[in-house]
């Protein structure tokens, strides 16, 4: 039986990579990066939509 040496797979691409890392190349990295933004910039987006939907009838409300 052969043995496969400790590895874990790149978060991007799946390649195998050493046991201390998590991307293989700078590239996936910068990758992996640019995705977790894109979807930090979405929640936030989600949880100001849902403030206005929450509140903008008590605002108005109130003003008018």
């Known amino acids: ?6 590895h874990k797979h790149c978060l991007v691409c799946g390649n195998a990579v050493r046991p201390d890392e998590n991307f ?3 590239l996936c ?3 992996f990066k640019s995705a977790q933004r894109k ?3 979405l929640f ?3 949880l ?3 403030g206005l939907i929450l509140f903008l009838p008590s ?3 109130t003003l008018g």
């Not at 039986?1 to 400790?6: F, G, L, N, Q, V």
Request: proline fraction near 4%; aromatic fraction near 4%.
């Open 1 to 6: 039986m052969i043995e496969i040496e400790p």
């Open 24 to 26: 293989c190349d700078e």
């Open 29 to 31: 990295q910068s990758k």
């Open 39 to 41: 979807q930090q910039i």
């Open 44 to 46: 936030l987006v989600f």
């Open 48 to 50: 100001v939509i849902m």
């Open 59 to 61: 605002i108005l409300k």
